[in-house]
């Protein structure tokens, strides 16, 4: 099992033809994803070739719309290789096609369009789960990929990982590599996210296969706070936490443009603490955090 994502999901790419979404399509099609296609209103009718993960040649059709993608192919994930300044439409038209599942890799993108293209996809009755933006995307370890995070990593397991950071993503599958992962999201860092740390939290309690599960946070906003507060209520499975950011100084953006400290608020260590008060196991450094994810595995 796994959460959003499956060997089965069928992936667009709205941006195929530029540069990084040529780059992660041959990367994504090599860890196995099934890319059907791609979206780019001025190349529509062309093609784009690949390479598959068995080293078959593949010829990808380019549409001109989300929505004729979705009718020509039965996509059901988008992930978006755009520039920030287009990358509200390009949420926007994937939100109109109904598309389940939307992945915004692009970073820099202005907050007050990510809030407008969220309100539009609540608007719209929330048919489209959106995961970022400034995110490395979802990875169900040997089924699919849609993002950027290096597919190799890790295998299949029952861990299930939820993150604020890329990088720190990255790291975690790497420590726990030897036990592996059910799914992997990151959620992004912006002010403004698709999916929250309780989206994720609540799928992977959700799903059968997921025995316990990693929560990556970081300085900034509540989000950590209320995830707590989420996991005292709901959660049973065993929950363990690493908050980036002891050492930020205080009223200075650090790093992803959600990591901001106002005075208490949004700091490491109340963080550290509400989640701890929920009975979440939280680690001073990443290794630390895996080495309590070992010890909890190891005792069930």
């Known amino acids: 099992?796994?959460?959003?994502?499956?060997?089965?999901?069928?992936?667009?790419?709205?941006?195929?033809?530029?540069?990084?979404?040529?780059?992660?399509?041959?990367?994504?099609?090599?860890?196995?994803?099934?890319?059907?296609?791609?979206?780019?209103?001025?190349?529509?009718?062309?093609?784009?070739?690949?390479?598959?993960?068995?080293?078959?040649?593949?010829?990808?059709p380019v549409f001109a719309s989300v929505a004729e993608a979705i009718a020509a192919t039965g996509a059901d994930v988008s992930i978006a290789f755009v520039p920030p300044a287009f990358t509200k439409d390009a949420m926007i038209e994937a939100i109109d096609a109904e598309i389940p599942l939307l992945v915004v890799i692009t970073e820099g993108v202005p907050v007050g369009d990510t809030a407008e293209a969220w309100a539009y996809a609540q608007s719209k009755g929330d048919t489209t789960r959106i995961i970022g933006p400034n995110c490395p995307g979802i990875i169900t370890p040997?089924?699919?990929?849609?993002?950027?995070?290096?597919?190799n990593i890790t295998g299949k397991g029952p861990i299930g990982l939820v993150s604020k950071s890329g990088t720190l993503t990255y790291q975690m599958m790497y420590e726990l590599r030897e036990i592996g992962f059910s799914t992997?999201?990151?959620?992004?860092?912006d002010p403004v996210i698709g999916t929250t740390h309780i989206d994720a939290l609540a799928a992977f309690e959700a799903d059968p296969e997921t025995k316990a599960i990693v929560m990556i946070g970081e300085i900034g906003g509540d989000a950590e706070e209320r995830a707590a507060d989420f996991i005292k209520a709901n959660v049973t499975k065993p929950v363990v936490g690493y908050v980036a950011g002891f050492t930020a100084p205080e009223g200075k953006t650090m790093g992803h443009a959600g990591a901001i400290v106002s005075g208490s608020a949004g700091t490491a260590q109340a963080k550290k603490e509400a989640l701890e008060a929920a009975g979440v196991k939280v680690g001073k450094t990443p290794s630390e955090t895996a080495a309590l994810m070992r010890e909890i595995i190891a005792s069930r």
């Open 1 to 60: 099992m796994s959460i959003f994502l499956n060997k089965d999901s069928k992936v667009i790419v709205q941006g195929i033809t530029g540069g990084e979404g040529t780059k992660h399509t041959a990367l994504m099609l090599k860890a196995g994803t099934q890319v059907v296609g791609g979206v780019n209103a001025r190349k529509a009718g062309t093609t784009v070739l690949h390479t598959d993960a068995d080293g078959n040649p593949v010829e990808l």
């Open 142 to 151: 040997g089924e699919s990929l849609v993002g950027i995070t290096p597919a």
């Open 184 to 189: 992997a999201i990151g959620i992004g860092g």
